[in-house]
């Protein structure tokens, strides 16, 4: 317990927060694709272009995006709420990585004409970065 309490104490950084020391191995998932999207505060890959689905949404933030796909999450219980669009089940999603919050994943839309984000994730556009990725190019035999 001492030890546990040293380490804490000595790990706060300058914002008070405890620095935090996982055991094991963290594996990550990279979707590849000509643009990428990562973690802002890590750059842990997330997923591409391909997998965006509008650029037409709205966080806590600001401005975000629905994709279809996105790797390297982790998620919070399910929890209800109100929002613009209506009433939704959804889960918060943080990067794997950092364990920084970055969006939500839709559950459940309880309006008909919301189903289709049903499993789809938001990401904030602050908490993400853009960055070019590379073609995939197949040559024939």
């Known amino acids: 317990i001492f ?13 008070n ?21 990562s973690c802002a505060q890590c750059y842990t ?25 996105v790797v390297n999450l982790t998620y919070s219980e399910v ?3 109100v929002m613009l669009t209506g009433r939704h089940m959804v889960r918060d999603v943080s990067c ?4 920084t919050k970055l969006g939500w994943i839709y559950e459940f839309a309880t309006e008909e004409t919301q189903r289709y984000k049903e499993g789809k994730v938001i990401l904030e556009r602050a908490l993400v970065s853009e960055s070019d990725g590379f073609e995939d190019h197949v040559t024939g035999d």
């Open 45 to 69: 890959n997330l997923t591409n272009r391909k997998e965006l689905i509008s650029t037409r949404f709205t966080g806590a933030t600001g401005r975000a995006f629905l994709f279809n796909r």
């Open 96 to 99: 794997k990585n950092c364990s």
């Open 3 to 15: 030890i546990f309490f040293y380490f804490q104490i000595l790990f706060k950084s300058t914002v």
């Open 17 to 37: 927060k405890i620095v935090t020391f996982r055991m094991g191995r963290i594996f990550l998932e990279h979707m590849g694709g000509v643009k990428m999207y």
């Open 79 to 81: 929890q209800d709420r």
